[in-house]
């Protein structure tokens, strides 16, 4: 197996940065559910923001610029070519895409439509996800 060349190398500096802030909501999410109430508006934005941040990630990873959009089923389209793997857990986060608007405008009408435990689901899968997505880093940690 040959070394990774130099624009991979390159390529994945700049997705870890988008997987390191995906790391950072995970955690915040993880925290705000935690919280005595559960903060579970707050910990659902954050969940949405780490499958758009991974996706990103794992699209930068590929070469191909992350677009500037917060819908998760655009993202998993963009990407489903390029990691077919990950198609199915990354159309599970397609539902987070109703969690950024709902828990960040209250003048929109929208509710959330989940539950501390639902939240707590897909933050279980995304760590899987981020942990998948890492894995595919060429370089050591």
């Known amino acids: 197996m040959s070394d990774p060349d130099a624009q991979m190398l390159a390529q994945w500096a700049d997705a870890r940065r988008w997987l390191n802030k995906a790391d950072e909501d995970i955690r915040a999410a993880d925290l705000m559910l935690l919280a005595d109430p559960p903060l579970v508006d707050q910990a659902a934005f954050h969940c949405q923001q780490a499958a758009e941040k991974i996706i990103k990630g794992l699209l930068v990873a590929a070469a191909v610029s992350a677009p500037r959009i917060h819908d ?27 969690w950024n608007a709902a828990t960040r405008y209250p003048d929109l009408g929208m509710s959330l439509g989940a539950t501390g435990s639902d939240v707590a689901e897909i933050l279980s899968q995304l760590r899987f996800f981020r942990q998948a997505a890492g894995a595919l880093d060429p370089t050591p940690p």
């Open 72 to 98: 998760i089923e655009r993202l998993a389209e963009s990407a489903a070519s390029l990691y077919p793997a990950f198609r199915l857990l990354m159309d599970e986060f397609a539902q987070t895409t109703a």
